[in-house]
């Protein structure tokens, strides 16, 4: 197990080159709530360690999953959208970062439900690449990361 684990980790955190890596460490210390799309309820998968790991370093985390209810006590959404609705109907706040962790060829919609929202950022995690929506995204506006992961960005140079 860990050495399928050690070889996922090579594949799937790779190092960002140095002024990506600047970029991204500014989106993280800009940000505060993030939907976390595609977060797995069973512990050994990246969603769930990645997800339960920026909580662990002071963002508000939502899961979205669409059968899960609750992961690790914390309160699980169907969408994007119902993360709006349920937590951020009478605030100024909103959903910071939407960060995905789903097939790429699924985070098409995804995307622009975000947009629609009104949120501007989105995280490709490895594994959720798609180049088309990722060029959707950034033609209109919104500021978009892929191929990289927020948790290796984060123990790289913890700028939160």
């Given at each position: 197990m860990f050495q399928e684990r050690?070889?996922?980790?090579?594949n799937v955190c790779p190092i960002t080159p140095k002024a990506e890596f600047e970029r991204q460490v500014q989106i993280l210390k800009s940000i505060k709530n993030i939907?976390?799309?595609g977060m797995s309820p069973d512990p050994m998968r990246?969603?769930?360690e990645v997800g339960m790991y920026l909580l662990k370093m002071g963002y508000k985390i939502f899961p979205v999953h669409p059968s899960a209810r609750e992961i690790n006590g914390i309160k699980v959404f169907s969408s994007v959208s119902q993360v709006i609705d349920a937590e951020?109907?009478?605030?100024?706040?909103?959903?910071d970062l939407v960060d995905l962790f789903v097939a790429g060829d699924r985070?098409?919609?995804i995307v622009e439900e975000a947009f629609r929202l009104g949120i501007r950022r989105v995280w490709f995690q490895p594994g959720a690449e798609n180049p088309k929506i990722e060029k959707w995204?950034?033609?209109?506006?919104m500021e978009v990361v892929s191929h990289s992961c927020t948790m290796a960005i984060l123990q790289r140079g913890s700028p939160v």
């Open positions: 050690k070889k996922m980790s090579e939907a976390v799309v990246p969603s769930n951020f109907r009478d605030t100024t706040e909103s959903i985070t098409g919609p995204a950034k033609d209109h506006g």
